[in-house]
């Protein structure tokens, strides 16, 4: 076993106690890690009663998970998955940071927690050692605040263990803020002090189990691999392939911002009531020259460097600070709100990392409420002051009042799906069809409707992680974006930006340098892949307890998509439901699913997943 | 110069809507095959002066002393003011190859906005003041 620490922490929050844990080679060689094998370590513990399970219960788990090529293919990450607060399914989500390479130089693969402790504390994974650490004082704090206590409280302790080392690279942290300590369902996972895993809402699990950080320091070298200097040449040539995306180098994500609303039509703006825009005020020059303070900042081993550092340097909302907007936050903390200012969305941006909300989901939900507003739906009573498209203040105000779940931001804090449903329900008008979200999870801002972008109209709604825009559902199933390539990205724990000019063969060949299993693109697209996706498919229509999805009336776009686009040159374009109804056919059937999209039984023989025949029955 | 030390180089961002292009009365301007560069017809034009109304960095201007606009053409593909700024050691202008984006056509600016950003960089609102 190769490229794997070879061993799993697993860590009973309960008892504070700790142990290692084993998988078979096999299961790995299968599953990889990451999503893939949080997906399966879920179903075989959690599987059989998966619909009872509360997602901020103290039965869930909560995985943090490394992957084989962590580490070594450029652009690290780590794997957060349980079961989601907001879709009720297993959702794979990724963060950026070091936190994946200190675990596995530590000597462990993933942490899998479970139970719940009964004060705050945060784990400290240092070599072989697991220390648990009263929280009490770190609890309520802000991000920024969070991880600058944690960071020398760590540093000192692992200094006292180990005086040798001397001055140290600080420890990698995950940690939550506020709003996760509030179990609110869009809180993310932080790393750093705007690196987030957003998708699931697992901040909320983390708070849920007390559990205010995770901190891990190895001073082992990385595992070794199979093949050492074949290895080596090929992160060579990937990174020289990376060198090429001169865009991304250039601006990071951030100059989509202008160029996804005015060039393709697919950003939202005004929570979706329009999708394009031609703001030169929100063009990347403006960032670059107004904003930046530092240009080229990359994670551990990261040639890409798309992170940019910003601070306003003018005007009301100078000092604020945060990596530079990438293209989600600037497209959800600034045009779906109405905000076209690069200073307005810094601002905006650096407020809810340190509130530890999801910049994605959380800016849906804020656009959400502003429709209503608009509609007269929600009025200043309700909210508290107006809240009106542009007006960064009063956005400020709401998600300080969604992280601190104060008045309307208590609904709102649920997220759009269930906010949508309490709201219908106090004011007697149905708003469902304002919020634009897909199983629990607000979609990512790449739109479908001008047909430019890279998802299509089956991509949200056929997806086994909802709105989640970094594994959508495309056909063929083996195109460079469709979920079952993101379940690789994911399982195999790495950045999916540095893929965009790498060839593929070169990852393969790098897979196969590292573990040396020969696993090839075939047998990834054709058993690996189907495993994991089918395994999240039927995790996701389990779902419960609060909330279960009807294939019938679940598996489809949210309304807005089906009106047409009223702003620019993609004008009048919708999706078309009929053309929708056949390729979600035409995409389940290639996946062996029947036409609710719910696994054929010889499909299941097929993959080798007979254990998922009981939890099939009950779903038809 | 606009604000003292704050000098800045301004040419053409070759937008790839070619908004001079549109606004010519007579035609005389056209787009290189090679290069992409834009290039002025002298015996057609007018020295109307609309390309430069129309250009969003105001980037054309007229002959000093004779009849018609100038316009960045590249050298055709080999641009003299980059050989001279490598020569001379400044490496701040390199020749870039230019990708299909809008992003590209937002750096066709005003010479006032460029000091004006300039100046925010450098010394935050008290830039404003400098101008």
């Given amino acids: 076993m190769r490229g794997y620490a070879g061993k799993f922490l697993e860590i009973d929050l309960s008892t504070q106690s700790s142990r290692e844990t084993h998988f078979p080679d096999d299961i790995l060689r299968t599953y990889l890690g990451g999503r893939g094998l949080g997906v399966k370590i879920l179903w075989d513990r959690l ?9 901020l219960g103290p039965d869930n788990l909560l995985l943090f998970l490394t992957g084989p090529l962590t580490g070594y293919f450029p652009g690290g990450r780590t794997c957060i998955t349980g079961k989601s607060p907001q879709s009720n399914g297993a959702v794979g989500s990724t963060v950026a940071g070091e936190f994946g390479i200190e675990l596995k130089c530590a000597g462990y693969d993933g942490i899998i927690f479970s139970g719940v402790s009964d004060r705050p504390v945060y784990v400290l994974v240092f070599d072989d050692q697991v220390i648990f650490k009263d929280a009490q004082h770190i609890w309520g704090m802000c991000g920024q605040e969070t991880l600058r206590a944690i960071t020398s409280e760590s540093r000192k302790i692992v200094q006292g263990l180990k005086p040798s080392l001397g001055e140290l690279i600080e420890p990698s942290t995950l940690y939550i803020g506020p709003a996760g300590e ?19 809402g697992y901040g909320a699990v983390m708070g849920s189990k007390n559990l205010k950080a995770v901190v891990a320091k190895g001073t082992g070298p990385l595992p070794d691999t199979a093949n050492m200097p074949s290895a ?84 009301q ?39 530890g909300i999801c910049g994605i989901q959380g800016g849906n939900v804020m656009g959400f409420a ?57 004011k007697g008008v149905d708003v469902l069809k304002y919020a634009v979200q897909s199983k629990g999870i607000g979609i990512g801002a790449h739109g479908i409707r001008s047909k430019l972008d890279y998802p299509i109209d089956i991509s949200y709604a056929c997806s086994t992680q909802g709105g989640d825009h970094t594994s959508v559902a495309l056909l063929p199933v083996d195109a460079g974006n469709s979920e079952l390539t993101l379940a690789l990205h994911d399982s195999g724990v790495y950045c999916w930006f540095n893929m965009f000019e790498t060839p593929d063969p070169l990852l393969w060949e790098l897979l196969q ?5 020969d696993i090839t693109r075939e047998e990834w697209y054709n058993s690996s892949s189907r495993k994991i996706i089918t395994i999240q498919r039927v995790l996701l229509l389990l779902g419960g307890p609060d909330v279960a999805w009807s294939p019938d009336v679940h598996d489809e776009n949210p309304p807005r998509f089906y009106e047409p686009l009223p702003t620019g040159p993609k004008s009048g374009m919708k999706v078309d439901r009929d053309a929708f109804l056949k390729t979600k056919k035409e995409y389940y059937e290639t996946l062996g699913w029947d036409e609710k999209g719910i696994p054929k039984p010889e499909t299941l023989a097929k993959l080798g997943l007979g254990e998922l025949a009981q939890a099939i029955k009950s779903l038809k | 110069m606009l604000a003292p030390g704050a000098e800045i180089p301004h040419f053409c961002a070759q937008c790839h809507d070619h908004p001079c292009l549109e606004s010519c009365p ?98 935050g609102e008290k830039g404003l003041e400098l101008i």
């Fill in chain 1, 513 to 517: 340098a590292v573990t040396g299993w």
């Fill in chain 1, 182 to 200: 509030r179990k609110i369902r869009i809180a993310a996972v932080m790393a750093k002090w705007s690196h987030a895993a957003g998708y699931g």
């Fill in chain 1, 370 to 426: 502003a429709e209503l507003f608009q509609r007269g739906i929600l009025t200043s009573e309700d909210i508290g002051f107006d809240l009106r498209w542009g007006d960064v203040d009063a956005f400020a105000a709401l998600s300080k009042k969604i992280a601190y779940r104060e008045g309307i931001g208590d609904i709102l804090a649920e997220g759009t799906y269930r906010a949508a449903e309490k709201i219908s329900e106090m």
């Fill in chain 1, 47 to 55: 599987g059989r009663r998966w619909s009872s399970i509360d997602p």
């Fill in chain 1, 232 to 315: 080596l040449t090929l992160i060579e040539r990937i990174c020289k392939a990376c060198y090429k995306n001169d865009k991304f180098r250039r601006w990071g994500t951030g100059y989509l911002g202008y160029e996804v609303g005015a060039q393709t039509s697919s950003e939202p703006v005004r929570n979706w009531q329009e999708e394009w825009h031609d703001e030169r005020s929100f063009g990347v020059d403006r960032f670059e020259q107004r904003v930046w303070i530092k240009r080229y900042w990359g994670d551990f081993g990261c040639p890409t460097t798309c992170l940019k550092l910003a601070s306003p340097k003018a005007g």
């Fill in chain 2, 26 to 123: 007579t035609q005389a301007i056209s787009v290189s095959n090679d290069t992409g560069a834009i290039l002025v017809d002298k015996e057609r034009c007018t020295a109307c002066g609309n390309c430069i109304d129309a250009c969003p960095g105001r980037i054309p201007h007229i002959h000093p002393t004779e009849n018609y606009s100038l316009i960045c053409d590249l050298c055709r593909g080999d641009p003299q003011c980059v050989k001279v700024c490598k020569e001379g050691g400044w490496n701040a202008l390199w020749i870039a190859p230019a990708p299909e984006s809008y992003s590209y056509r937002l750096y066709a600016k005003k010479p006032e906005e460029l000091t004006k950003e300039l100046l925010i960089n450098l010394f």
């Fill in chain 1, 317 to 355: 909302y100078k000092g604020a600070i945060t990596d530079n907007p990438d293209y989600e936050i600037q497209a959800y903390q600034g045009t779906n709100l109405g905000i076209f200012t690069p200073e307005g969305n810094v601002y905006l941006s650096s407020l809810v990392d340190d509130l």
